[in-house]
């Protein structure tokens, strides 16, 4: 079975920065990519970012701004965001797509709050 663990949202005032953190664990055979989703209220889930292969991609909203980078060696992928603003307020899940002891899937951190108010 593998896990997703996340850490590092909060609350922060607008221009600031935050490093978000997610953690794979389990029977991890192969980390396919890695990536980052929000969702606000109200709104659906969007991507923020993606790494795979060592290709990064991300929404036009956070260019820029934000950074991905993914840790193999420790399955955990990284989410640098400065010069924050109020519409970055959302919970953030991270998702990986990952080849384990019984199949290939995506799988889904539990979520981390990201608010950004003065």
């Known amino acids: 079975q593998v896990q997703l663990v996340e850490s590092g949202g909060g609350l922060v005032q607008p221009g600031g920065s935050l490093r978000l953190s997610c953690a794979a664990s389990?029977?991890?055979?192969?980390?396919?990519?890695m990536g980052w989703y929000r969702q606000a209220p109200g709104e659906q889930r969007e991507l923020v970012a993606l790494i795979r292969r060592g290709t990064t991609n991300y929404a036009d909203s956070v260019k820029g701004r934000f950074t991905i980078s993914g840790d193999n060696a420790k399955n955990t992928v990284y989410l640098q965001m400065d010069s924050l603003k109020a519409e970055d307020t959302a919970v953030y899940y991270c998702?990986?797509?990952?080849?384990?002891?019984?199949?290939?899937?995506?799988?889904w951190g539990q979520g981390t709050q990201v608010t950004v108010s003065s």
């Open positions: 389990g029977s991890i055979f192969i980390l396919y990519a």
């Open positions: 998702n990986m797509d990952i080849l384990s002891l019984d199949n290939r899937r995506d799988y």
